[in-house]
T-cell receptor, first 113, second 115 residues
């Protein structure tokens, strides 16, 4: 019930292409869904987040699509750049659980020049 | 405004020794979370603290692990009698009190290696 399942495990995209990473959750009590970006040797950095009352949120080249009925959400990176090469984690949390994050297993993205 | 500061960045311990990991949250942040990351895996929640209080330690192993966040000074994650399985990256995150406290900001982590 507390799991967040993330796919794919790894992804290779050409520069300028669209990167898509998917996550699914079970616990309908989750009310906050962030995406984190992590470079080697660094801590995760908050990229973009969404709440279940909206179906899409866009910030620059990054978009979260949220499907409440399917309990799924995804990250789309438009015009992917080599500098986007990193590991991406989806996560979920809930207010009544002190917003402790439950992370997906991560997706290693490689954007080829 | 400095970010979340963790030290040391790398810590090497022999089996049976103690490991102390420190975390100074961002200025103005009063919530601290500790996470553990094993190689090629996501981060796993360990403990959530506010000043002088442990709020949620549901992710902490029952033995050898403890955490504190004193009124003054950094938060400390303490691992007694370390074993090889404790080798991992340990990340601290902080969040502000009140509005937007769901936004966690992570430090660069402490890489613990147990020989």
């Amino acid at each position: 019930q507390q799991q967040v399942k993330q796919s794919p495990q790894s992804l290779i995209v050409q520069k300028g292409g669209i990167s898509i990473i998917n996550c699914a959750y079970e616990n309908t009590a989750f009310d906050y869904f962030p995406w984190y970006q992590q470079f080697p040797g660094k801590g995760p950095a908050l990229l973009i987040a969404i709440r279940p009352d909206v179906s899409e949120k866009k910030e620059g080249r990054f978009t979260i699509s949220f499907n409440k009925s399917a309990k799924q959400f995804s990250l789309h990176i438009m015009d992917s750049q080599p500098g986007d090469s990193a590991t991406y984690f989806c996560a979920a949390s809930r207010r009544d659980s002190s917003y402790k994050l439950i992370f997906g297993s991560g997706t290693r993205l490689l954007v080829r020049p | 405004n400095a970010g979340v500061m963790q030290n040391p960045r790398h810590l090497v311990r022999r089996r049976g020794q103690e490991a102390r990991l420190r975390c100074s949250p961002m200025k103005g942040h009063s919530h601290v979370y500790w996470y553990r990351q094993l190689p090629e895996e996501g981060l796993k929640f360990m403990v959530y603290l506010q000043k002088e209080n442990i709020i949620d330690e549901s992710g902490m192993p029952k033995e050898r692990f403890s955490a504190e966040f004193p009124k003054e000074g950094p938060s400390i994650l303490r691992i007694q009698q370390v074993v090889r399985g404790d080798s991992a990256a340990y990340f601290c995150a902080s969040s502000p009190l009140g509005v937007a406290f769901e936004k966690l900001f992570f430090g660069s982590g402490t890489q613990l290696s147990v020989l």
